[in-house]
């Protein structure tokens, strides 16, 4: 969600004449008017005017404020009352957040970057020898996939944001993470480096525009994608002797994500600039419409296509359901699991996983299984939509 920084400012003054001088609340309302100037501060520089809210609590603001000011005690924390739509994979419920702003492109060191990296050095895990991240063909040596700019300008992104509260540790990994991650879809689908900008409107953020509900969202408004940070470890576990925090990186967050809200930008892109819905996705977005589009069906269209393809996951034939459905009806699942842009993002997880099966790679930043396994389809199902799929993609590829 893009704000006029006057606006904005004006909005936090307003709220902290409300409040009692010298509250808790009245010192996050100034922490947060600081990172605002902040951070408009680093976008004029780089020349980008976006202010972005992060999932980061309130309980992190007031960790800072106590830390800057030696204050003791527990203090309540105020409540959010800010809601956001955005499509992504869900997590169980987490602590309300207040969010805060953060900054586009090369930002300072900060406080938490001191605390977690104290005399040691980065440790980068994403890296393309890691066996336990990733198999696949070998990355070669001028492919930069830890440089920012570099996977930037090489598949055409718009840009990659990062949260304040990410270390420099965290903001490497995730990079080369991503680096590595575009590199193996690149190779997997078959798309042009730069088709996987879906023509220069994506955005990745890490730890910058998610909310505690969700591992990763894509924004249909933006074309962000959100990678959300692992959840912040507890103190006494940081104390632990064997304690690292590289590991947090792949035990909680968005890692293993990306597939499924790439696959929304694609589903997106297509529905809003290509053959234009209502919903604004060929899927029909947040529908929950099983039964098939008889005259849809007939069509060759990228909707066409689109509805040929969710018609053979959900179906056999008319009127008999597939395994596959049969299976999602009986693990209960929320809404959310029978949304169409839903089923089609967690079938292109598979569709990946497949593609990269058949290659012998393994990619875990990219894809992997984060729900009960009754809301995928099977990878022998998928050998079966192989075809309708590759057809699906190949017509996507012709309008990027």
Known sequence: ????????????????????????????????????????????IHDVINVIVDEDSVEDIIEAIKESEGLIGKVKSPKSKTKKKSLGKVKPKA????????????????????????????????????????????IPSSYRYDDVRFIENHYGLRGIEFGNWLSQQDRRNYVAGLGIALFDLYHAIGFAAKDLSIKGKITVAFGARGRGAMLAHFEPSTFAINITRYRRPEKKDTKKKNFDR????????????????????????????????????????????????KKLLNKNSLQGLMEKLLYKI?????????????????????????????IFARAFEVYVQYKMQTKKYKNIFLAETKYDQGVYLSLPEMKK???DFDQLMNALKRKL
Do not use: C
């Not at 586009?104 to 991240?133: A, C, H, L, M």
């Not at 009127?319 to 839903?342: D, G, M, V």
């Open 314 to 342: 959900l179906w056999q034939k008319e009127k008999k359901e597939s395994p596959y459905y049969a299976r999602l009806k009986k693990s209960k699942q929320t809404k959310y699991f029978f949304r169409r842009n839903e």
């Open 1 to 44: 969600v893009f704000m006029n920084f006057t606006q904005l400012y004006g909005d936090l003054v307003k709220a902290q004449q409300d409040v009692k001088k010298g509250t808790m609340e009245y010192k996050v309302l100034d922490y947060i008017k600081a990172k605002t100037i902040h951070g408009a501060d680093l976008a004029v």
């Open 385 to 387: 939509l192989e075809g």
């Open 95 to 138: 602590k309300k957040s207040l969010g805060k702003i953060v900054d586009e492109g090369e930002v300072p060191e900060g406080r938490s970057d001191q605390y977690w990296r104290g005399s040691k050095k980065p440790k980068i895990i994403f890296t393309p020898g890691n066996s336990t991240i990733r198999s696949g063909l070998e």
């Open 246 to 293: 590289t590991d947090l990186l792949i035990a909680s967050g968005g890692v293993g994500s990306y597939a499924h809200e790439f696959a929304h930008a694609l589903d997106y892109y297509g529905g809003t600039f290509v053959e234009k819905d209502s919903s604004g996705a060929l899927s029909k977005g947040q529908s929950t419409r099983l039964t098939p589009d």
